[in-house]
């Protein structure tokens, strides 16, 4: 014998059975929807790469190519304006010693005119005379120091002047 209360909790469990289905249903659906839009996505993401592959890869080997080749450039470049500049140093170094020994030259002849000057004048002074000699020397030592001074100077500048040349040819290689 079957009750009504039986058929009642029959049907409220086939009911709850079809709306459990139902909701598994619907799960199922926005989880195949959810996974349709990863699966476009993905395949964007795969058409992109493979376009890269055929052409923007292709174009990016060009460009760093032609950047190794504009490196390589500027670094032979470097390196001959290195060189020119080094050889210009050197020449400017001789040249300032070739002034200085000639300056120190008339310096010493014009000291020992003096110095024979005074002492053909008066012999009895001849004490006198090599003091006089003395600060003399004193003076154009002071003299060489100072023109060594300034040729070091004038060497640190042409020295910087050179690497502001370097440094400006190297900014215009860059451009």
């Known amino acids: 014998v079957v009750t009504r209360d039986d058929v009642e909790e029959s049907l409220k469990a ?19 929807e959810e ?6 996505e993905k395949q ?26 504009d490196i390589a450039d500027v670094k032979y470049e ?9 050889e ?3 020449v400017v170094r001789e040249e300032n010693q070739k002034l200085f020994d000639s300056h120190m030259k ?4 014009e000291a020992l005119k ?5 002492l053909d004048r008066d012999c009895r002074r001849e004490i006198e005379e090599h003091e006089w000699l003395k600060e003399e020397v004193k003076i154009y030592r002071k003299e060489e120091s100072d023109l060594k001074a300034s040729v070091q100077l004038l060497e640190e500048e042409n020295t910087s002047l050179v ?8 900014q215009h290689l860059r451009v």
Do not use: P
Request: net charge positive; charged share 40%.
């Open 14 to 32: 086939v009911f709850q059975f079809v709306k459990d289905k139902e909701q598994l249903l619907q799960d199922l659906r926005s989880q195949i």
């Open 35 to 40: 996974t349709k839009k990863k699966i476009a």
């Open 44 to 69: 964007r993401e795969r058409d992109y790469w493979l376009e890269y592959k055929n052409v923007g890869s292709k174009i990016h080997a060009e460009r760093i190519s032609s950047l190794e080749k």
């Open 78 to 86: 470097l390196e001959r304006t290195e060189e020119y500049y080094r």
């Open 88 to 90: 210009a140093l050197k």
């Open 106 to 109: 008339l310096l010493s002849e």
């Open 114 to 118: 003096n110095a024979v000057g005074y």
């Open 163 to 170: 690497a502001k040349l370097i440094d400006i040819k190297l």
